[in-house]
């Protein structure tokens, strides 16, 4: 299956995001491509840190997601993008990923877990925080697990998703530009593959305050599609065959104790 990580600079205003994302998503589907991952904040870049979200967040059932609705529908293709979804808190909604399959049905979405206080920087200060039960979706023969930026730098929370099954896990992200920050998401991004030993897909916003980046890295943790700071696509084939001979060689799954070990103790206990 053909997957892209779709990089672009979102702005502040709805309909230029959307319309930069119809451009995207048909050269993808012009190219063949049947999951087409978005940036977290597709809908409505994050903006300045003192500009309230609460205002601009929309409903699942909102002019966004209705968009990428269709959008998919027209093309026969998956979308995975990031919104501000709106919350019982007027002032803080939930950053949230929608998944569109290729009939135009939402068939998922996924609250991020793991807001962004971190490098200065206040992510809770204008959004709630969603729940840690892993969300998966499947995608024809295969689980995809997701995922949200800051989510990254969480290694427990890509190996729930692996443990409920996912093949891939996809992240959608802002990756704030800072010292070393692109070395740190090139990483970390190889280091969930390889652990896991699953595709792991990134589809970051570029521009001033970006670091881009975007890449489809393979279970042995091999960058198979990258893309620097430029607009664009990063498209590769996941193959399931793949994941299974890197298990087969890399059983590390298999092998791992500690989760094994706790799980029996509880179970013991009862």
Known sequence: ML????????????????????????RAAAEGVEVAVLPEGSMHDFGPPDLPLGPVAQALDGEFVSSLGHLAARHGITIVA?????????????????????????????????????????????????????????????????????????????????????????????????PLKEAHWAILLQARAIENTVYVVGAGQNGEHYTGCSMIVDPMGVMVAALGDEQGLASAAVVPQRIAEVRERNPSLANRRLGREISHSDSARL
């Open 82 to 178: 990031g919104m501000f979804e709106r919350s019982d808190d007027p002032d803080r909604p939930f950053n949230t990923l929608v998944v569109l399959d290729q009939t135009g049905e939402l068939a998922s979405s996924y609250r991020k877990a793991h807001l962004y206080d971190s490098f200065g920087y206040r992510e809770s200060d204008r959004l709630l925080s969603g729940s840690t039960t892993p969300v998966t979706v499947s995608i024809g023969k295969l689980t995809v697990g997701l995922m949200t930026c800051y989510d990254l730098r969480f290694p427990e929370f890509s190996r729930a998703l692996v443990d409920e099954g996912s093949d891939v896990l996809v992240v959608p992200a802002a990756w704030v530009r800072g």
């Open 3 to 26: 997957f892209s990580a779709i990089q672009f600079a979102a702005v502040t205003d709805v309909a230029a995001n959307l319309a930069t994302i119809d451009h995207l998503v048909s």
